[in-house]
């Protein structure tokens, strides 16, 4: 069992920066691809970014490609997403999730667990 859980969620200017934390519980945290969603008001959830076990591999949807950055540390049990040059359309609770298979994964049923999200509001 895992349990994550979203920090660093708040209200930015466009243009702005945060970053994001999920702390991951459990003793073999290096041994689930992570990935981190997000989900507009009246919209699905949607793909942000995922990384393999190990961090070495990382993928980014079109839309924050080149101004998002996925990482973990697997010594402190967290992934973090990095994320600059926000615009009003990142808003959404984003949400990250955990799957205990390999590689990078796009898809929100392959993954096993999920945090209660964090609220990001961009404003223009």
């Known amino acids: 069992q895992v349990q994550l859980v979203e920090s660093g969620g708040g209200l930015v200017q466009a243009g702005g920066s945060l970053r994001l934390s999920c702390a991951a519980s459990g003793r073999t945290f290096s041994r689930y691809a992570m990935g981190w969603f997000r989900q507009a008001p009246g919209k699905e959830r949607e793909f942000v970014s995922a990384i393999s076990w190990s961090g070495g591999t990382t993928y980014y949807a079109d839309s924050v490609k080149g101004r998002f950055t996925i990482s973990r540390d697997n010594a402190k049990n967290t992934v973090y997403l990095q994320m600059n040059s926000l615009k009003p359309e990142d808003t959404a609770v984003y949400y990250c999730?955990?799957?205990?298979?390999?590689?990078?994964?796009?898809?929100?049923?392959?993954?096993?667990?999920w945090g209660q999200g964090t609220q990001v509001t961009v404003s223009s």
């Open positions: 999730a955990a799957s205990r298979l390999r590689g990078v994964l796009t898809t929100t049923p392959v993954y096993d667990y």
